[in-house]
């Protein structure tokens, strides 16, 4: 029988968007917050690196600290879901999600074609200009980021190019450096086999070849693998997180996630291994920060291997820095995941905005 502790909070979670938001309002112009106790719940497109892009804020009162969710993928948004998974935080923090270039309704409303760009400086920049439209029309000094994954990317990118933007960076499945990464993550699934006398995973696996990789299909077929053993190891994530919000279940919708998250992926590996992701070294570029910086970190992940993200942590400066591991937590986000993240918010970060 599940434990009483794990059902609660998540009924909590899937229950509160239905009785403490009102419905969203489109995007304000100017100043939205003009008093601390307001609420506020909008949504729509804002004008971000010279395109329209879809973001929803959403918080119980204006006076809380924000923070800016960057998602993974890079096509996964996280906007269909962000009420079941992130509801609970919205009494506390005024939550914004970003569908970012190339990902759900953004892509939806730019449909790009294959010839079209998609670079981590590009979308970084677009963050940036998005977080301080965010000071902007929420009015602070100051918000709060969190990456996840693809995100992680993002954030740490973010980070560097305009510390004071931020009091803090959460990364969470911290991407490090790209061959390390598919590497540690590469040996561990066929120890992991070879441990089960799963040989035909074995040989899946090692037909491949050890990365890098120029087939841009050996980076699913390594992720099916990985979701299939951390699976395994890890509590499931309510099912009621992944039914997507009335808005985002419309065949429309839908086609446009399932459009962004394609062209997204090709551009993230590449056809010949070369995507976005074979860019990152952060290892080497990202080393010294000038604000806090925290790691959220599953201990079950078998894509972003939580020794990498440990040795990375250990080797870089910054005013404040924090490793946490998480017991049976895998890459994507599950109960145990998401409740480490509000703990280090309220514990640790929220402070830094006082």
Not at 142 to 153: D, E, M, R, V
Not at 233 to 242: C, S, V, Y
Not at 270 to 275: E, F, L, S, T, V
Request: aromatic share 10%; glycine share 8%.
């Amino acid at each position: 029988m599940p434990e009483l502790h794990h059902i609660l909070p998540a009924l909590l979670i899937s229950l509160l968007p239905a009785f403490c938001m009102a419905e969203a309002t489109p995007i304000s112009p100017g100043l939205a917050c003009k008093s601390e106790k307001q609420a506020i719940n909008e949504e729509g497109f804002v004008d971000i690196g010279g395109i329209p892009q879809w973001i929803t804020i959403k918080g119980k009162h204006c006076g809380n600290p924000v923070i800016l969710v960057l998602h993974g993928g890079p096509g996964n948004t996280m906007s269909p879901y962000a009420s079941a998974i992130y509801g609970a935080w919205e009494k506390d923090y005024t939550l914004v999600q970003w569908d970012q270039r190339g990902a759900g309704k953004t892509y939806g409303k730019n449909k790009p074609t294959e010839a079209t760009s998609l670079t981590v400086a590009q979308m970084a920049e677009d963050g940036v200009a998005l977080a301080t439209y965010l000071t902007q029309h929420l009015g602070k000094k100051k918000i709060i980021l969190t990456g996840s994954s693809w995100g992680s990317i993002l954030g740490v990118q973010m980070s560097l190019s305009k510390p004071e933007l931020f009091y803090a960076y959460v990364g969470t499945s911290q991407i490090i450096r790209y061959k390390e990464n598919q590497t540690a993550s590469y040996n561990k699934v066929i120890a992991l086999a070879q441990a089960a006398g799963v040989q035909e995973t074995v040989a899946k696996v090692r037909a491949l070849g050890p990365p890098p990789w120029s087939n841009p299909r050996n980076f699913g077929i390594l992720r099916k693998v990985i979701r299939k053993y951390e699976a395994q190891r890890t509590d499931p994530a309510p099912a009621t997180w992944w039914a997507p919000e009335p808005a985002y279940a419309t065949p429309a919708a839908q086609a446009d996630y399932e459009g962004g998250e394609d062209y997204s992926f090709l551009k993230f590996v590449g056809y010949k291994g070369d995507g976005m992701l074979s860019k990152v070294d952060f290892a080497s570029t990202a080393t010294r920060f000038a604000l806090p910086v925290f790691f959220v970190q599953g201990a079950e992940d078998l894509l972003t291997m939580p020794e990498i993200t440990r040795q990375y942590v250990d080797s870089i400066t910054a005013p404040q820095k924090e490793y946490i591991l998480v017991p049976r937590v895998g890459h994507d986000p599950n109960l145990p995941f998401i409740e480490a993240q509000l703990k280090l918010l309220n514990e640790r970060v929220r402070p830094l905005s006082n």
